[in-house]
């Protein structure tokens, strides 16, 4: 791309701008908690009672005090003083809603994956996912109570990650946390996608 081609972009994505994020990882890993945590508009949820059909499927064994799950998906938006405009997608956990993946995923500048440091393999497949589309996305390790405290490096390694993949570590409970980890998000896929513009 000629210079001034890059600059036209680069000017219109410093512009105030709609994007959208998503958020992954496995089940009970605070998907919905998070967009709940920071969306100033009501979360959309598709929350239902865990019920007997999903027995056996969830894996409820291991995500205690956790009686509902996220059917669909969530969905929650945040505005920054920027200007900028996010919209937060929470993808379905449960590997049987993994056909909707490809439609959240469409357009979106980047992702988050959720992960619980007691139960790290549960986010391989996002990785894996996010990693194969070439979407840009940081690794956010959730703070559960009783969880073993890795350093990020740790985590890094545990899940084989590129060095340039951002790991932090969060409380999604929290709102300054949850923002922390969306400007982190925002800003590593702009870079992503800015690298990937200079070099077409
Ligand atoms: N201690 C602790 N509990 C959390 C945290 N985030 C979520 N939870 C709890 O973990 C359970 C699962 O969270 P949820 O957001 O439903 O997970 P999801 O399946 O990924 O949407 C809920 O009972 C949450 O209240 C956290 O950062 N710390
Ligand atoms: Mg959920």
């Given at each position: 791309m000629d210079s001034a081609r890059y600059e036209a972009v680069a000017g219109a994505i410093a512009a105030p701008v709609v994007t959208k994020i998503l958020i992954?990882?496995?089940?009970?890993?605070?998907?919905?908690?998070?967009?709940?945590?920071?969306?100033e508009v009501r979360p959309l949820r598709t929350e239902e009672v865990l019920s007997e059909v999903g027995v056996g499927v969830d894996d409820t064994a291991v995500v205690e005090h956790k009686h509902t799950t996220t059917v669909a998906m969530d969905f929650g938006r945040i505005t920054f003083?920027?200007?900028?405009?996010?919209?937060?997608?929470?993808?379905?956990?449960?590997?049987?809603?993994?056909?909707?993946w490809d439609e959240l995923a469409y357009g979106a500048l980047g992702a988050v994956v959720l992960a619980d440091t007691r139960r790290l393999a549960d986010c391989f497949s996002s990785v894996d996912y996010?990693?194969?589309?070439?979407t840009p996305f940081v690794v956010a390790a959730n703070?559960?109570?009783?969880?073993?405290?890795?350093?990020?490096?740790?985590?890094?390694?545990?899940?084989?990650?590129?060095?340039?993949?951002?790991?932090?570590?969060?409380?999604?409970r929290r709102r300054d946390?949850?923002?922390?980890?969306?400007?982190?998000?925002?800003?590593?896929?702009?870079?992503?996608?800015?690298?990937?513009a200079a070099h077409r």
């Amino acid at each position: 791309m000629d210079s001034a081609r890059y600059e036209a972009v680069a000017g219109a994505i410093a512009a105030p701008v709609v994007t959208k994020i998503l958020i992954a990882g496995g089940f009970g890993v605070g998907k919905t908690t998070l967009v709940g945590a920071i969306s100033e508009v009501r979360p959309l949820r598709t929350e239902e009672v865990l019920s007997e059909v999903g027995v056996g499927v969830d894996d409820t064994a291991v995500v205690e005090h956790k009686h509902t799950t996220t059917v669909a998906m969530d969905f929650g938006r945040i505005t920054f003083p920027s200007g900028v405009v996010l919209y937060l997608f929470g993808t379905p956990g449960q590997e049987r809603f993994w056909f909707m993946w490809d439609e959240l995923a469409y357009g979106a500048l980047g992702a988050v994956v959720l992960a619980d440091t007691r139960r790290l393999a549960d986010c391989f497949s996002s990785v894996d996912y996010f990693e194969r589309r070439r979407t840009p996305f940081v690794v956010a390790a959730n703070k559960f109570d009783g969880a073993p405290e890795y350093d990020t490096e740790t985590i890094r390694d545990a899940l084989d990650l590129d060095s340039d993949v951002p790991v932090l570590l969060c409380d999604a409970r929290r709102r300054d946390s949850v923002k922390e980890i969306l400007i982190a998000s925002v800003t590593h896929s702009l870079t992503k996608h800015r690298a990937a513009a200079a070099h077409r």
